[in-house]
């Protein structure tokens, strides 16, 4: 593997307002780089033996929801009635039998479940039933390490939390956001205040192993007092673990929308400044009440028994078998994504076909480069761990952007290891993309 980036003078951050775009680094190499040409190679994949050491994750998209959020940018549908909904499950499932049958993932276990959306806890507990115990027909779950599940507090009540429980789910993720009401209006959430605590306390009598509940910092009409009170109210629920994100807006959203028909560049939220102070006196609080930081994201009360499955293998390279449409799944290197659209998804089952949109297979230079990245985002990375199953040592191959980082505060740096600060944990998102290969740089300050 070749040097990463030539080294020039760095250019100066820049650190402003929130305008438009996507900055959060959620895989390796980008989206845009995935095309519909590259889809065979999913296809060869399958046909290959199974390997015996990469742990198998399943994902299912639910892409129903009561209310699209302004802020939102998944595929979501606001407008499905039961026998459409029905429709869609049953063709995930055909789906997902298809691929279970191939040679590279028959009579494999799922290491870890994961149903996101959308709004999974949008489905009925009948519905909810008789997807997973399909789904279990086709991959098993017998000792998965978790079954994780999101869900909407307002979609939530004994029955259906009960529902949940029974069909395996280990980890709940209740997407709070906010705790005002008038803040949850204006940002088009679906819930109110009233319904968080009653879904998460009934929750908790009913014995699941790991709640979360996600809080966005910079929502449109937020104070510095309300999020003070959201951070105090979040620490009184207790969960087992809070994840923090910073409001971003993406070009598909329709805060978006309304920017541009406005003719405005800069989003009404807080600024990128602002965002990263709110976090940070977040996790100074949380931390008085017990939890331990664990990522750019996470804290967590109790970080022996509490663990983020899903996240940790796929940073680290596990396979996913993701269904559903506009779903994202890596199978043997190879990065896929669904159609976008339920229309021609819904068509390309019906002709026996898989309903693949784009696709990506990954060189080992580029696998390496995904898991010292997305792994950044934990806050500290040992070289030692790369040496030994890449062949590459990042204090060589990152010299620079390494440098670089310890240079401006953003980190430090021996031989053994980089270790973020505070302050570069809180904008790792942006600071990430220095890392990228210079094919694949949208933008960076080594050119």
Not at 90 to 115: I, S
Not at 238 to 254: C, K, S
Request: glycine share 6%.
């Amino acid at each position: 593997m070749s040097a990463a980036l030539e080294p020039t003078t760095p250019a100066e951050p820049k650190v402003e307002k929130t305008e438009a775009g996507n900055y959060f680094v959620s895989n390796y190499p980008p989206f845009s780089f995935w095309k519909p040409e590259m889809i065979p190679a999913v296809k060869e994949v399958l046909a290959g033996p199974a390997p015996s050491d990469v742990p198998l994750g399943v994902y299912f998209h639910i892409p129903f929801c009561r209310k699209r959020c302004h802020f939102c940018y998944f595929k979501v549908y606001t407008d499905k009635n039961a026998q459409e909904i029905k429709a869609y499950i049953d063709a995930g499932l055909r789906e997902m039998a298809h691929y279970a049958a191939q040679p590279y993932l028959a009579g494999r276990k799922a290491h870890f479940v994961y149903f996101g959306g959308g709004t999974p806890s949008y489905l009925s507990v009948p519905q909810l039933k008789d997807l997973t115990s399909r789904m279990k027909d086709l991959v098993s779950w017998d000792g998965a390490a978790e079954v994780a599940f999101e869900a909407e507090p307002g979609t939530l009540n004994e029955k259906k939390l009960e529902g949940i429980r029974e069909v395996g789910v280990t980890r709940l993720s209740l997407g709070v956001e906010n705790f005002d009401d008038h803040i949850l209006e204006t940002n088009g959430r679906a819930h109110r205040s009233g319904e968080i605590e009653k879904a998460y306390r009934f929750a908790r009598t009913l014995g699941f192993e790991h709640i979360n509940i996600d809080l966005i910092a910079g929502m449109m009409n937020e104070t510095e007092e309300n999020w003070k009170v959201c951070v105090q109210k979040a620490i009184q629920l207790g969960p087992d673990a809070v994840t923090i994100y910073q409001m971003e807006v993406p070009y598909n959203t329709t805060m978006y929308q309304q920017m541009k028909a406005e003719g405005k560049v800069t989003a009404p939220v807080a600024d990128w400044p602002t965002k990263r102070r709110w976090v940070s006196y977040a996790f100074d609080e949380f931390v008085k009440a017990g939890y331990t930081v664990t990522s750019a994201y996470t804290v967590v009360k109790d970080p022996q028994r509490i663990k983020f499955v899903y996240r940790d293998a796929l940073w680290e390279g596990a396979d996913l078998l993701s269904c559903g449409v506009a779903s994202f799944g890596h199978l043997g290197g190879v990065h896929y994504q669904n159609q976008a659209e339920i229309g021609p998804y819904l068509q390309l089952l019906d002709a026996g076909l898989p309903p693949i949109f784009r696709a990506y297979p990954t060189s080992a230079e580029e696998r390496f480069v995904r898991e010292f990245i997305l792994k950044m985002k934990l806050g500290r990375s040992e070289f030692a761990y790369y040496q030994r199953k890449f062949g590459v040592n990042p204090r060589q191959f990152f010299a620079q952007q390494l440098q670089w980082l310890a240079h401006e505060g953003f980190a430090s740096l021996d031989d053994q290891a980089v270790t973020l600060t505070r302050d570069g944990l809180l904008q790792i998102d942006r600071l990430l993309h220095d890392f990228f290969l210079p094919q694949h740089r949208q933008y960076a300050r080594y050119t």
